[in-house]
């Protein structure tokens, strides 16, 4: 069984920075691509970023690439998400994903229908 738990949500003015923390339980971390959505209030659910299970593929959203970045540590069997230069409009709920186990090194899936594993989410507030 896979479960994903986030932390490091929290409210930050505009400008500020956060770095959300995904932990992974289960054998598989290695095999899986990870990537965070998020949804704000009245808002459908986006595609925020990807990392592919040798960590060294990434893709980004238009809207935070260049602010955000993510990374994993497989002895930690942990995804992480670095997010500077916060928006007010990054505010949303952020949700930890993971794939079911993929053959390929290299994909960054961007779907959310590609992602079999979801976190709780962690509600990130940006004040103006």
């Known amino acids: 069984q896979v479960q994903l738990v986030e932390s490091g949500g929290g409210s930050v003015q505009a400008g500020g920075s956060l770095r959300l923390s995904c932990a992974n339980s289960?054998?598989?971390?290695?095999?899986?691509?990870m990537g965070w959505f998020r949804q704000a209030p009245g808002k459908e659910r986006e595609f925020v970023a990807a990392?592919?299970?040798?960590?060294?593929?990434?893709d980004y959203a238009d809207s935070v690439q260049g602010r955000f970045t993510i990374s994993r540590d497989s002895a930690e069997n942990t995804v992480y998400l670095e997010m500077n230069r916060l928006k007010p409009e990054d505010t949303a709920v952020y949700y930890c994903?993971?794939?079911?186990?993929?053959?390929?090194?290299?994909?960054?899936?961007?779907?959310?229908?590609?992602?079999?594993?979801w976190g709780q989410g962690t509600q990130v507030t940006v004040s103006s």
């Open positions: 994903v993971g794939t079911s186990p993929l053959s390929g090194w290299g994909a960054v899936p961007r779907e959310a229908d590609e992602y079999a594993y």
């Open positions: 990392i592919s299970r040798s960590g060294v593929a990434t």
């Open positions: 289960g054998r598989t971390f290695s095999n899986r691509a």
